[in-house]
């Protein structure tokens, strides 16, 4: 593997260090060269450091740009990879003209670079902007940035993390207290507590904070006494003038750049970060590396770093008493202090290693290659796209699309997703796929032409008793699909009602010429026999959101707390939706007062598509004549199946709400809207109270009785058919599998 690096030249502080450090690690594994636009420092260390390294600077954009390519060219480079916004545009261009796959790393938020020069902000922060939307993957140096790239709308299916990572093996030359005040002209007692902060002097890192809070500090503990080191001549005047004003400008030191850091790390008592943004800053590693008791922002990936008050303390940005209450507290006890450096240092060095960035480097180098190979062979960019019901906040149909991508990834982390979606950001976001809005239809056929599975992914797509619309939509879907060579399937859908012969005609037209079929249930089996549907392959599985997790206990307990819920009291869940002419709310107010009078139980009424179920369940609330409660926030799927499986039973109107309850193994009543309900309760052995409109309440308080009493039976019984159902849920996906790799030997 060959790899070129790009990079402007003039780049200082934890930017320089990840990409010298890194570059020299890959070099003991693959060929590495390193491209930078400038002469100086940077490059100078380059080269002390044994790397391959290289100047194009010829003062035309146009001939460093042909100098590279021809580089390029010549040694047959794999990929590029570029750092910054020159180097980012060149790439950008490069890219278009070899077809050699572009990586960008993201080392600070872009849109506040250049913040404090307004014209390299409307010239090189727009410029970069540009190119790093025409470089095709992107890696960010914490989780954080990660997720700031996927709010941006950048396909999270291409975006990686690496984070910055420091040798923790090799030697640190001693440095004195004496050696370093005599080097940097210090005036502080050696006997001093001395908290520092190493930042560049510039408005995005907030020195102003640190020094309100040194003040604060100050009047407190007199022995206490402040360094900052950092270059930045045009704000360094600013800063002294506000350390006057606030009184305490004898005990501040700004230091200018410090050459070594370890020295400087070394000699200070406390680590200090104030910065409103970062990315995953040096500084705290090489604090971490010196056992240095930190205080920093909470920004950029810290959180996975430092566990506020066991290895260091986070504060929000601008909370200057915050951090003056920690350095106060610090700087009185060594102890302390000496505990909390030494926790952060093996933390650090068993997650942020030089070695492990490095591995993690290279297994990106080697996704992005397997990638881009799959994609020449037949130039489609998706291995799947999928359409369903989703962005409309219904929790049944989000949880079938995060159990379809979690369970493929499973088979092959490399598959690439498609999702059309009413909330393109949330789904993105949501479920880590790329998406694009479901009514875009320039859009929608761009992805067609380049996906190499179709599929209409779950639930009750294809019914009439909505709209004769709906139905339409996702058979012509599936024909457009089919028309750009894509194979074709349901996945896991269930068929009904049909109700218009026309609709009846044209399903049963389109789905004879998918591929395969899944359906969830047997009663679709009977509705497609019926319509004349037989020529694809089709199976009889069941819902893929049986196959989701909940979160963890600590997870649920703080929703419960959130949401008010009574830990002290059995919980039976309600789950309702608008149907019909509603008529039925007293009724189900008369259900949850008898759970209340009969049970001593908490009716907890659990909205499954947001806001309509919630104003259902308010309206229901308002008619009862006990307490209940009601989930009012948005929750995941994977939330509120933690919820579910703290209740002691569940009665059930939305079929899902059915579904997470027996994957929790919880006993349910159902309520039988349609005749999905009905076919899902069969499968579990799970009682009907029938449809709610027409409710005998004398036998349902009876059904309810009969499964309280008997809870711990019909928790063995759904035992039994979950396992089934388990199984049956992962044959949807060999089924998809295998529609894949009949593609890939075509």
């Keep these: 593997m060959k790899i070129i690096h790009l990079i402007g030249g003039g780049d200082i502080g934890g930017a320089k260090s990840h990409v010298l450090s890194l570059i ?31 100047v194009i600077r010829t003062g035309n954009i146009i001939r460093d740009i042909k100098l590279t390519l021809e580089l390029i060219r010549e040694n047959q480079y794999d990929v590029i990879h570029s750092h910054g916004a020159k180097a980012n545009m060149i790439a950008s261009i490069l890219r278009r003209i070899t077809g050699i796959p572009v990586v960008t790393t993201i080392h600070s938020d872009y849109r506040l670079d250049y913040m404090n020069n ?21 890696i960010g140096v914490s989780d954080s940035y990660r997720d700031m790239l996927i709010s941006r709308r950048f396909n999270p299916q291409n975006i990686f993390t690496v984070y910055n990572g420091i040798p923790f093996d090799d030697h640190i030359p001693p440095c004195t207290r004496r050696e370093l005040f005599d080097r940097y002209n210090i005036p502080f007692p050696e006997d001093s507590i001395l908290v520092g902060i190493m930042a560049r002097l510039d408005p995005v890192k907030d020195h102003e904070t640190f020094i309100r809070a040194a003040a604060e500090v100050s009047a407190a503990n007199p022995k206490v006494r402040f360094i900052i080191a950092g270059p930045g001549d045009e704000l360094r005047p600013r800063l002294e003038q506000f350390a006057e004003k606030m009184g305490i400008r004898d005990r501040i030191c700004f230091t200018g750049m410090i050459t070594e850091p370890y020295d400087f790390f070394q000699v200070i008592d406390i680590n200090v970060l104030t910065s409103i943004s970062e990315s995953f800053p040096y500084v705290i590693l090489e604090g971490a590396r010196c056992c240095r008791a930190t205080v920093s922002t909470r920004v950029g990936g810290l959180a996975d770093l430092i566990e506020s008050g066991v290895n260091g303390y986070l504060i929000e940005p601008g909370d200057w008493k915050a951090l003056a209450r920690h350095l106060l507290e610090l700087s009185a006890d060594e102890e302390k202090r000496t505990k909390m450096g030494r926790l952060l240092h093996d933390k650090a060095a068993r997650h942020f290693s030089l070695e492990h960035m ?27 796209t999928i359409i369903g019901y989703y962005g409309y906040k219904n929790s049944g149909d989000e949880a079938i699309l995060k159990s379809i991508v979690r369970s493929l990834r499973e088979r092959n982390p490399d598959l690439s997703f498609m999702v059309f979606s009413r909330k393109p950001g949330e789904t993105m976001r949501n479920d880590e796929v790329d998406s694009v809005n479901r009514f875009s239809i320039f859009h929608v056929i761009k992805a067609l032409k380049r996906t190499r599975l179709f599929m209409a992914g779950g639930g009750n797509l294809l019914q009439d008793n909505t709209s004769t619309r709906s139905i339409l939509y996702y058979l012509t879907m599936l024909q457009l699909a089919k028309r750009y060579n894509a194979k074709t399937m349901l996945f896991a859908n269930g068929i009904g009602p049909i109700n218009r012969r026309i609709n009846r005609r044209k399903a049963a037209r389109v789905l004879n010429g998918l591929d395969a079929i899944t359906l969830r249930e047997p009663v679709s089996l009977e509705e497609l026999k019926k319509m004349g549907v037989t020529s694809p392959e089709i199976h009889v599985t069941s819902d893929p959101a049986i196959l989701l997790d909940p979160i963890p206990d600590e997870d649920i307990d703080r929703i419960m707390a959130k949401e008010g819920v009574p830990s002290d009291r059995p919980l039976i869940g309600i789950s309702v939706r608008k149907w019909a002419d509603m008529s039925y709310l007293d009724a189900i107010a008369a259900l949850a007062d008898y759970c209340v009078d009969r049970f001593n139980a908490c009716p907890v009424f659990i909205p499954m598509q947001h806001p309509s179920d919630v104003n259902v369940c308010e309206a229901i609330i308002k008619r009862m004549s006990r307490n209940a409660w009601l989930i009012r926030g948005y929750y995941q799927p994977e939330e509120l199946l933690g919820l579910i499986s703290r209740l002691t039973l569940m009665i059930g109107m939305r079929l899902h709400s059915l579904i997470y309850a027996a994957s929790q193994m919880v006993p349910a009543l159902g309520l039988v809207y349609e005749p999905k309900v009905d076919a899902f309760l069969k499968e579990v052995s799970q009682p009907s109270a029938g449809t709610p409109l027409h409710m005998d309440c004398r036998k349902v308080y009876g059904l309810l009785d009969d499964l309280w009493e008997n809870r711990d039976a019909m928790r063995e019984k759904l035992k039994d058919g979950m396992e089934r159902l388990i199984v049956l849920a992962r044959e949807n996906v060999d089924v998809a599998m295998n529609l894949l790799e009949q593609d890939r030997n075509h």
């Design 24 to 54: 020299r690690e890959l070099g003991k594994h693959i060929k590495v060269t390193l491209i930078s636009y400038r002469k100086g420092p940077f490059y100078d260390d380059a080269v002390n450091m044994g790397i391959d390294a290289r």
């Design 118 to 138: 307004f014209l390299k902000q409307i010239s090189f922060g727009v410029i970069n902007m540009v190119a790093i939307r025409k470089i095709d993957y992107h």
């Design 358 to 384: 490095c591995m993690t480097q290279l297994d990106i180098y080697e996704r992005i290659l397997r990638l881009e190979n799959r994609k020449k062979k037949d130039g489609k960019l998706y291995d799947i």
